[in-house]
């Protein structure tokens, strides 16, 4: 099970850190990765972090202020979300996979686990 948290109001240029809590998995061996969905819109990719110590991935349009960063001892993956917009509004999800591939990390088919959502509202 995914359980994601931190979700909440802000002001654009300001920060925010979502969480997501993972049980039931060999956390360690999964890749997470961040999707959100903007009302109206499809969901789209954020950011991925490879299980085993591997690679990091980022949508374009967040580079350079989103770092998803995970903690194995304690089984979550945390957003750390920078310089926030009010086009960032959306309910984030958390997702994990220990199968996906590089070539399919931005492609919400290649999770097999879901959270819930949470909502971040970014206000101009």
């Known amino acids: 099970q995914l359980q994601a948290s931190g979700g909440g109001l802000v002001q654009a240029g300001d920060s925010l850190r979502i969480s997501c809590a993972a049980s039931g998995l060999t956390f360690r061996t999964y890749t997470m990765a961040w999707f959100r969905q903007a009302p109206g819109k499809e969901r789209e990719f954020v950011a991925a972090?490879?299980?085993?110590?591997?690679?990091?991935f980022y949508e374009d349009s967040v580079k350079g202020r989103f770092a998803i960063y995970r903690d194995n001892a304690k089984n979550t993956v945390n957003l750390q979300m920078n310089n926030l917009k009010p086009e960032d509004t959306a309910v984030y999800y958390c997702?994990?996979?220990?199968?996906?591939?590089?070539?399919?990390?931005?492609?919400?088919?290649?999770?097999?686990?879901w959270g819930q959502g949470t909502q971040v509202t970014v206000s101009s």
């Open positions: 972090n490879k299980g085993n110590g591997g690679s990091l």
């Open positions: 997702a994990a996979s220990r199968t996906v591939i590089n070539t399919s990390i931005k492609r919400e088919q290649a999770y097999n686990y």
